[in-house]
């Protein structure tokens, strides 16, 4: 296998294919590598009404795969392979994966994303898969005409609650705060949903149950009161962490572990870029990942002009 490239992008969701898809149409010689299958986060999504260009809007996976199709047209070669370490010897850069392969390369875009947060409390782990889940769209079937429990606030909480009123009889959101972080036009949906309970300024404790979820006990923040819901299902949506462990390093990266760029997408190491939601930013939407792909491969090109003999 040719293991010398001009670029080398990690990680195929959004920003990943869209960076795929410009370096195979500049004709940069490109290697796409992933460790599990295409797709990250955006895959396990119902529904996207606010990708451009999609009026009824997009089912998740549907649209990365017009992606990879895309990208697969223009010449995209992919690997499965996880990566452990990047090392940088002047305008030659070494990636090292796990399974011992090296690839050498003059630029990287890293685009691994991020991954679900999770709560840490007591009968999360026990119970994922047992009634916890982190994916409404996976698991949301299972639950016809039950009762299930939300935890989050935020744009993924608030639209899987509404996916699942679908199933369930009735979805209680349950918020660390009074006031909700996603968009309004979610929370009018939300509060105009008449299977959906909102319960504010309250924290998780604790998930019971034997065989599968049973309760879930809470307390609010204010008042100090402490209750136990009894629940089938407790779906968890507070957030996400980013996959850049393998980069702490190599690269300058802020305290909760996302890459920081220039404008132009460069991270603290020459001819390394970094796009979508593994990076430090102020908005992580599909778009936004989509067009930091196309902005670090534009970048990553004039680095590899720059730096071909
Ligand atoms: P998020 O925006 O970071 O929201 C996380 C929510 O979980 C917040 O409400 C937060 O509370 C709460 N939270 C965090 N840690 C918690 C803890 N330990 N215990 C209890 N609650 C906790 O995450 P997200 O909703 O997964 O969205 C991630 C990104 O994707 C965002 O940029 C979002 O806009 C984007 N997204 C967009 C769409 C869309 O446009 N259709 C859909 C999904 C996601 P606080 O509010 O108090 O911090």
Do not use: W
Not at 167 to 196: C, D, G, W, Y
Not at 283 to 290: D, E, G, L, N
């Amino acid at each position: 296998m040719n293991t010398n490239y001009d670029i080398i992008i990690i990680g195929a969701g959004p920003a990943g294919l869209t960076a795929a898809i410009y370096a195979c149409r500049a004709r940069l010689n490109t290697l796409l590598i992933e460790k599990a299958s295409v797709g990250g986060q955006v895959i396990i999504t119902e529904k996207i009404e606010n990708y451009p260009g999609f009026p009824e809007g997009i089912n998740g996976f549907e649209l990365i795969e017009n992606m990879r199709k895309q990208a697969e047209s223009f010449g995209m070669v992919t690997v499965a392979d996880e990566i452990s370490a990047i090392t940088v010897n002047g305008s030659t850069k070494t990636i090292t994966a796990s399974s011992g392969n090296t690839y050498n390369t003059k630029a990287i875009v890293i685009t691994t994303g991020a991954n679900f947060r999770k709560l840490n409390i007591p009968g999360e782990i026990e119970l994922t898969g047992k009634g916890v889940s982190y994916c409404a769209t996976c698991d949301g079937p299972f639950f016809r005409n039950k009762d299930v429990v939300v935890i989050g606030g935020g744009d993924s909480a608030i639209e899987e609650a509404i996916f699942l009123t679908r199933f369930a009889k009735k979805v209680t959101v349950i918020h660390r705060r009074a006031e909700l972080r996603a968009a309004k036009i979610l929370q009018e949906r939300m509060f105009s949903n008449p299977k959906i309970v909102f319960i504010g300024d309250t924290v998780p404790l604790s998930i019971t149950g034997t065989q599968k979820v049973e309760s879930i006990k809470v307390k609010n923040v204010k008042t100090n009161t402490e209750q136990t819901l009894e629940t089938s299902g407790v779906f968890i949506f507070v957030g996400t962490d980013p996959n850049t462990a393998f980069l702490k390093n190599t690269l300058t990266l802020d305290e909760q572990g996302y890459i920081i760029t220039d404008e132009n997408l460069q991270t603290s190491a020459e001819g390394i870029f970094a796009a979508g939601d593994c990076r430090k930013k102020p908005f992580r939407q599909v778009i936004t990942a989509c067009g930091e792909g196309a902005t670090a491969v534009f970048s990553a090109e004039k680095y590899v002009e720059n730096h071909s003999a």
